[in-house]
């Protein structure tokens, strides 16, 4: 008596179908991590474990969980520095304030208190200079 060989369509491995399965839901992953979520967030979100989203990112995009969310997180950090740049321009006071403060490392004291100079300028101050 003769056997067929399976082939790899026919042997059944076992396991619940792939989270992760479809172009669509990997994008969907990418996109989720402009959230900034954790792994566990992560995982309820797309209703697995937190090793089948490690898998997925590694598999995918041979990177880790951490290094993957800092990656997408990009774009969201820029969307937020364009609007409060926006806000700043369209006279939103505070946002300008904090803006000069966070993007361009203004601060409140007007110089420095250990070193004259900044960036090449001298600054004279006082009777004698």
């Not at 042997?11 to 669509?24: A, D, H, L």
């Not at 490690?54 to 880790?64: G, L, M, R, V």
């Not at 203004?106 to 006082?126: L, R, T």
């Amino acid at each position: 008596m003769m056997t067929k060989k399976k082939t790899n369509k026919q042997i059944n491995k076992g396991g619940r179908p792939g989270v992760f399965n479809t172009p669509e839901k990997v994008e969907q992953l990418r996109q989720f991590m402009r959230l900034k979520p954790t792994l566990v967030d992560t995982a309820n979100f797309f209703q697995c474990g937190t090793t089948t989203i490690e898998q997925a990112i590694k598999k995918h995009y041979q990177s880790s969980f951490r290094e993957f969310r800092a990656q997408n997180m990009v774009q969201t950090r820029y969307a937020l520095i364009r609007k409060a740049i926006q806000m700043g321009n369209s006279g939103n006071v505070p946002m300008l304030i904090f803006s000069l403060k966070n993007l361009c490392g203004w601060a409140d004291q007007p110089f420095p208190e250990d070193d004259e100079s900044i960036d090449g300028i001298e600054w004279e101050y006082g009777e004698n200079k």
